[in-house]
């Protein structure tokens, strides 16, 4: 029963046990800082540094206090953890002591949690600098502010004018919904609930169909690799990739193993089965070029050079113009025990978000990874 409620905590213990030293040392070179006026965090960060040198299995209430130099408050704490840090007697209101293991996973945890959501930040670090730092000066806001206002056609720049527009266009809107419903074929109200229908998919039209059949009988079949070849001959490619050292490369077939470990990882094969494939390459040799001569700048620069040499062709004008763009995200699975894997409710599990933005002429633009709440 005491590990019932998905209680996972007390398994913790034999873990920290031995990652405690590595948390401490960590703690003590990041300067924690907070975003907002809630300071209690960083205030147990810095109890946490003073707890790194004891061995006391129990701390008293005077002596926790003491440490921080004012009252300890429950609720600093989550409420989950409460029952496992604190110890009290029968039907007292007030805690007596602690547990210093259970107080201590439980302030590691909850740095971990703010961190995620920029509750903290370490300053100067590269993912979870001070975002108020990107936020938009009031100089700046004031000039940039009269083009935004043209381009979404809003009036920000009064909040009460900016209240009664949106009042009044959500208003309409409302009217019109409720005008058009009796002629809504997709949505009815059934037990003061309303219903959406499955939408049907619409039925491709002939002259599709009859490209579609013709594209399939007169196009031979391409091989990726093949197509790889053609463009790595092209542009070249392989010479944007080198030793991160940024010495010359000394390996004598330097295309066709870019050729391969662009398959490999393109293709999301890996290099076992990527090896299984290729008779010349063992799987370190088709791995080696990803480890040791790729970076993100490289990847950067290699991307840019395929879209630019592509929107010189026919083919992308037909699609569109490259005015518009459309953005989705895809879930990503991650371990649950780091910094950006949060959990969400719609998909069920944990992970990221990774969001693609493709313009209408199908070219990618650029994707980000972030966390589900940002």
């Known amino acids: ?202 039925k491709t039209e002939s002259n599709i169909e009859f490209l579609d059949d013709w594209l399939t009988k007169n196009l031979p079949p391409a091989s990726i690799v093949d197509i790889l070849t053609d463009v790595e001959k092209w542009l070249n490619l392989h010479k944007k990739f080198g030793p991160l050292s940024g010495n010359l490369s000394r390996i004598s077939n330097r295309q066709k193993r870019f050729i391969v470990t662009l398959f490999c990882y393109g293709c999301n094969l890996g290099p076992v089965q990527t090896a299984k494939s290729i008779k010349e390459f063992s799987r370190r040799q088709v791995s080696w070029l990803n480890l040791k001569h790729s970076s993100e700048d490289k990847l950067q620069s290699a991307i840019t050079e395929v879209i630019n040499r592509y929107k010189k062709l026919d083919l992308p004008g037909y699609w569109g113009k490259g005015k518009y763009v459309s953005a989705d995200g895809t879930k990503f699975e991650l371990f649950e025990e780091n910094l950006i894997s949060e959990y969400h409710i719609r998909y069920g599990g944990y992970g990221g978000i990774g969001y693609f933005h493709v313009a209408d002429s199908y070219i990618a633009l650029f994707s980000r990874f972030i966390p589900w709440g940002l």
């Open 1 to 202: 029963m005491a590990y019932a409620g998905n209680n996972y905590i007390p398994f913790l213990l034999k873990p920290y046990k031995q990652k405690r030293s590595l948390l401490m040392n960590c703690l003590k070179i990041l300067d924690v800082k907070s975003t907002s006026s809630d300071e209690s965090t960083v205030l147990l960060t810095s109890l946490l540094r003073s707890l790194s040198k004891s061995h006391k299995l129990k701390l008293s209430r005077e002596e926790l206090e003491a440490m921080i130099g004012q009252p300890f408050k429950e609720e600093w704490l989550p409420e989950r953890w409460q029952k496992m840090v604190f110890e009290r007697q029968k039907h007292a209101r007030s805690y007596d002591s602690v547990d210093r293991k259970y107080l201590e996973l439980a302030i590691i945890v909850l740095i971990k949690q703010e961190l995620g959501s920029a509750d903290l930040h370490i300053p100067y670090s590269a993912e979870y600098d001070d975002y108020r730092e990107q936020l938009v000066g009031d100089d700046e806001l004031a000039k940039e502010m009269p083009v935004f206002e043209e381009q979404v056609g809003l009036p920000l720049s009064n909040a009460k004018v900016f209240t009664q527009h949106l009042k009044s266009w959500l208003t309409e809107m409302t009217k019109q919904a409720d005008d058009n419903f009796p002629e809504n074929t997709h949505a009815t109200i059934l037990n003061n609930s309303i219903s959406i229908k499955k939408v049907v998919s619409k």
